[in-house]
């Protein structure tokens, strides 16, 4: 299994400002994973981290406003930029690894939850 | 296009009844289907999955769930509810390593 670790954990911020995500994970693993989950929504992938790549965005999500930095298999960064009240969300980092009954799992960080005046 | 549908917002139960929360699938390939649950103010926590083999897939805290190929459907269950169940619930498709969750349903279990 897979410990994430994120933080903030949770923050406020003003409107046109930024704010960057740290997620530790306490195994190396291949790719990491940022979502989004807006208040009242289900979770909606915003990009794909691979480390010594850059990082691979979904639809409707581009780097200039959600930055990601890999430098390394246990470490990732999402930054929020020039931020409005619309992204506030909750944000999740996830990795891959093995689970307990055995294959492959998706594992997630507590979050951290964003709320922008 | 791989997507997933949970056609319930909210599921009301009472304590000691059965619960089934429901979902449904759209995916290209054989199906990687998961379950996970996201209490208040915590991540989410993974349930069970169904890759291959039994149908029928038991999975934390005493939940299972039903693969039917059929009717393309991954319906979560348990024989009898708990008030601590109560929590929101998503229902995951994964594939070529993205996971494509549905909506999720609240489950509400009432003493």
């Known amino acids: 299994s897979a410990v994430i670790s994120q933080k903030p954990s949770r923050d406020i911020c003003q409107r046109g400002t930024s704010l960057t995500i740290q997620c530790q994970v306490d195994?190396?693993?291949?790719?990491m994973f940022w979502y989004r989950q807006q208040p009242g929504q289900s979770l909606t992938l915003i990009a794909t981290a691979n480390q010594g790549s850059e990082a691979t965005y979904e639809s409707g999500f581009v780097i200039d406003k959600f930055p990601i930095s890999r430098p390394n298999l246990t470490f990732s960064t999402l930054t929020v930029s020039n931020m409005s009240p619309e992204d506030s969300s909750i944000y999740l980092c996830?990795?891959?690894?093995?689970?307990?009954?055995?294959?492959?799992?998706?594992?997630f960080g507590p979050g951290t939850r964003l709320t922008v005046l | 296009a791989q997507s997933v549908a949970q056609p319930e917002d909210q599921v009301n139960v009472a304590e000691g009844n059965p619960l089934t929360v429901k979902c449904t699938y759209s995916v290209s390939g054989n199906p990687y289907l998961f379950w996970y649950v996201q209490y208040p103010n915590r991540g989410l926590q993974f349930l069970l999955k169904y890759i291959t083999g039994d149908n029928l897939v038991k999975g934390s805290y005493g939940f299972e769930a039903e693969f039917n190929k059929s009717q393309t459907s991954f319906h979560l269950k348990k024989p009898s509810a708990l008030v601590s169940d109560s929590a929101l619930y998503f229902c995951a498709v994964r594939n070529f390593n993205k996971f494509y969750f549905g909506s999720g349903t609240k489950l509400n279990v009432k003493p």
């Open positions: 996830s990795v891959e690894g093995l689970g307990l009954a055995g294959g492959v799992e998706q594992f």
């Open positions: 195994s190396q693993v291949t790719m």
